[in-house]
């Protein structure tokens, strides 16, 4: 898979090689197709076609940033919870929040490595201590009907947690679609060679469609950088799960000390 940096570049050369593309064809056109009546019927035509491709970009980064905003904060907020509710039920679920704790320093490790390159989404060892958690809820027995409810919930909660790890496995795979990204570079390609086809070639002109050319590129890379959300140059942030992971192991140090004295 092309990282969302090259492919960024790729877009910014095609742009602009459409742009240089438009500028040769001028040169070897007749005078007499380069009317003012054809220069109009291209400029309206060509602002039908900025429309769509204004839309549809903006559409784009729209779902991206919307995709990677629901990741943030989620995974975090349910382990919370669900510690929460087992601490509340009493100490016989200890053993299910220590192993709840491990799951969160491992889910923490997983998600935000020192090495980018290094992120697991989908690793199967730490969802195992997820299953874990789950037995050892599950060999809790309830004494009255407010324990079985408190042992619902935490259940629920747990299958939760697992939903979102698979959400997060598949998170990579559910970009934008390849086809219409390449019909949007299409457009774009088009209306820019549309751009140099009257317009004379000078430094000015030319940086420019430069300028357009790249802010474009950098919109297309910024969207695949959010579809990404970890690992890339624009991620997911770690501060709500290290908040998590903080907050448990702040409670278990309380709980030793509290056991000590």
């Not at 919870?81 to 923490?108: H, I, N, P």
């Not at 000015?204 to 297309?220: D, E, F, Y």
Request: charged residues 20%; neutral net charge; glycine residues 6%.
């Amino acid at each position: 898979m092309f990282r969302p940096l090259v492919i960024g570049f790729l877009v910014f050369a095609i742009i602009l090689a459409g742009a240089f593309a438009g500028a040769m064809v001028r040169r070897r056109v007749p005078e007499h197709h380069l009317t003012e009546e054809t220069k109009n019927l291209v400029s309206v035509s060509m602002a039908v076609v900025a429309t769509i491709s204004a839309l549809v970009l903006g559409l784009l980064l729209s779902n991206a940033n919307n995709s990677f905003n629901a990741v943030q904060g989620q995974l975090s907020a349910e382990i919370l919870r669900l510690d929460q509710l087992l601490r509340r039920y009493g100490s016989d679920t200890k053993s299910a929040r220590e192993t709840l704790r491990e799951y969160a320093e491992r889910k923490r490790d997983d998600l935000f490595p020192k090495n980018p390159a290094d992120v697991a989404l989908g690793n199967q060892s730490t969802y195992e201590l997820l299953q874990e958690v789950e037995d050892l809820v599950l060999t809790v027995k309830a004494a009255n009907a407010r324990d079985e409810w408190w042992l619902a919930q935490a259940m629920t909660l747990a299958s939760k947690i697992g939903d979102t790890r698979f959400i997060l496995a598949q998170h990579t795979e559910q970009g934008t679609p390849r086809a219409a990204l390449l019909l949007l570079v299409f457009w774009l390609t088009f209306l820019f060679a549309s751009f140099t086809l009257f317009a004379p070639s000078n430094l000015l002109s030319t940086a420019t469609l430069t300028l357009c050319a790249l802010a474009i590129a950098g919109a297309v890379g910024m969207i695949l950088e959010l579809e990404r959300g970890f690992g890339g140059l624009v991620q997911v942030s770690p501060l709500p799960m290290n908040h998590a992971v903080a907050v448990l192991q702040a409670e278990a140090r309380n709980e030793t000390a509290g056991g000590h004295t």
